[in-house]
């Protein structure tokens, strides 16, 4: 039997929110990060692809919240809320913070990756989202899909294959 359900794409520095059988997917997970908030029960779930770490960042006083870790999780974590999920029941899944380009420097600001994931938990944790599965680091790009009906993340890892959290 073919596997009709209808997959929605989130871009970089978007989120969106879907209700199985929707699936939610997104590519290019380099340094970004994909954090997909779910509840289970209600089978809702949305997926934030952020690229930066904190709103701190932007350049305006007006920004796109999707951007960045700190604003873009909150933001998804409202939204869900918004659409029907119960605070104590969403848990997380997220994946990439790769490191992608080797600096001389070493410096820690060029260190997005790994900033970004730091952010990720702190967020998380501070909303008392409980993680149930990550897949972070390395030096490979990601693509996920995410499906509510069941809360299985694949991760399919450049030149690694596919595995499911």
């Known amino acids: ?54 709103s701190s960042l932007a350049k305006s006083k007006v920004f796109n919240p999707a951007k960045f870790a700190d604003s873009g999780i909150k933001h998804l974590y409202d939204e869900l809320i918004k659409s029907g999920a119960h605070r104590i029941s969403i848990m997380a899944k997220y994946a990439g913070g790769a490191h992608m380009f080797k600096f001389s420097s070493g410096q820690d600001v060029i260190r997005i990756g790994e900033r970004n994931i730091a952010t990720t938990e702190r967020i998380l944790k501070n909303l008392q989202v409980e993680v149930t599965g990550k897949d972070v680091g390395g030096h490979c790009g990601r693509t996920i899909e995410f499906n509510p009906e069941n809360g299985k993340m694949m991760v399919k890892t450049v030149n690694q294959g596919v595995t499911y959290i």
């Open 1 to 54: 039997m073919m596997n009709t359900s209808e997959v929605v794409k989130v871009g970089i520095a978007d989120c969106h929110i879907v209700q199985a059988p929707q699936l939610i997917r997104t590519s290019g997970l380099g340094s970004c990060v994909g954090v997909v908030l779910y509840d289970q029960k209600k089978k809702i779930a949305g997926l934030v692809h952020i690229m930066l770490p904190d």
